[in-house]
Each structure stands twice: as C-alpha cells, then as structure tokens.
C-alpha cells in the first residue's frame, strides 16, 4: 500500500522533469496566474480526465466533477465553482460531459440500496422519471443506460442555464455557452449532444429571472 504511494511521487517527480526539459518556462508561467475559457463539469470517474482527452495542457480548463456530473442547485460546491469560474476567471464555454457505462446512472436505474450515495442518486432518479416513457420503451438494459447517460447530460445543461449565475452573466452581456457533451469510454471518443444554450435560445420562459443590467 505505502508503494502504491510513493510511486505517486516518483511518477511526479519524472513528470516535472520531462516537462522542464521539454519546455523550461513551462511552470514558471503556469505560476503566473490562470485564464481558462472552459469549465468542465464532469463525473469523478477515474477514467474521464478532462485534459487528457481534449488535448489541453493545465491551466486550460477549470474543473468540477462529481458523482455523474451532476448539476444541482443546492450544491454550494458546484455554484460555488460556477460563479468563480464565469465572474472571477471569466470563462465562455461551460461543458457537461457525461459517460457511457457510467456507474451512477447505471446504480440509479435499479432500486438496490448503496448507502449515502442514495441520497445524491435521487436527482439522477428526478431525470429517469421525467424520460420514463422514453427509457422504458428501450428494452436493451445497455442502450438504456447509454441513452439515460445522454438525457442526463442534456438535462444538466439546462439546469445551469436556470442558475442565477449564467442568467445574471447573460443579463450583462458576457459571452457565455453552455453545451453538453458524452465521451465513450471504450474508444475515447468525444461527442457534442447538440444542446448548446446560451442567451439567445433559453426557452424554459417559467425559469427566466428578471436579472437588472450592470450600470
């Protein structure tokens, strides 16, 4: 077990010097600050990492992830991510990435009973309710968690679009998107669900905040 974790530090410390040798101003720069223009919330899945599958270097992309890359709008910890993100570093393009094989929407399509997490499934639950028709017609058990995966996805976009946080960021005109995303696990790639939202065409009129400009 404690070689396990020593390994950690000797993997670390070879990456530092790879990475100097290759470009010595690398970290000197990384020190200087960071100006991502995405955030990425995504599940706590091991195997999604947002750099390494996008192509992006560190400082690229600011990160939140959690169980089935949820959005939930008493998450002091996700809007707390949100708001830093869009109003302090000033990112443009806000991207939920979901999986397939993804263990939480998969735990949350049957009824066994895991222990603390039941309490976090039961919104990833609130989603299957709303598609039931939809998800109960697929009688495939694996193209119905792929699918759930993607309405998962698409329904987490438009709860961040009902956030006071994107709202107010449109109400004064910031160039915001928020778009949705699923990767596949099993050959890397990368799919865009085709639910971009932003300022123009957020259609949910019962969610829409009367937010004042900024003088």
Not at 140 to 161: G, P, S, W
Request: net charge negative; hydrophobic share 40%; with cysteine.
């Amino acid at each position: 077990m404690i070689r396990a974790y020593n390994q950690l530090f000797e993997n670390n410390k070879k990456w530092a010097e790879e990475t100097t040798k290759e470009n010595p101003e690398f970290f000197s720069n990384l020190a200087k600050g960071q100006s991502p223009k995405f955030l990425w919330i995504g599940c706590s899945d091991s195997r999604v990492p947002a750099n390494q599958l996008t192509g992006t270097q560190p400082g690229d992309i600011f990160v939140h992830r959690n169980i089935a890359n949820m959005v939930i709008h008493t998450d002091i910890s996700m809007l707390s991510v949100l708001d830093y993100s869009v109003n302090v570093l000033g990112v443009e393009h806000i991207l939920v990435c979901g999986h397939y094989g993804c263990g939480g929407v998969i735990t949350a399509m049957g009824n066994k009973q895991v222990g603390l997490i039941d309490n976090w499934l039961r919104h990833i639950k609130d989603v299957y309710r709303l598609h039931a028709q939809e998800l109960n017609a697929i009688e495939d058990v694996k193209a119905r968690a792929d699918r759930f995966v993607e309405i998962n996805v698409q329904e987490q976009v438009r709860d961040l679009a009902k956030t006071t946080i994107v709202q107010t960021a449109w109400a004064n005109g910031k160039p915001l998107q928020v778009h949705g995303v699923v990767y596949d696990i099993g050959n890397g790639i990368l799919k865009d669900m085709g639910v971009t939202i932003d300022a123009t065409n957020f259609a949910d009129d019962v969610y829409r905040l009367e937010i004042p400009h900024l003088v």
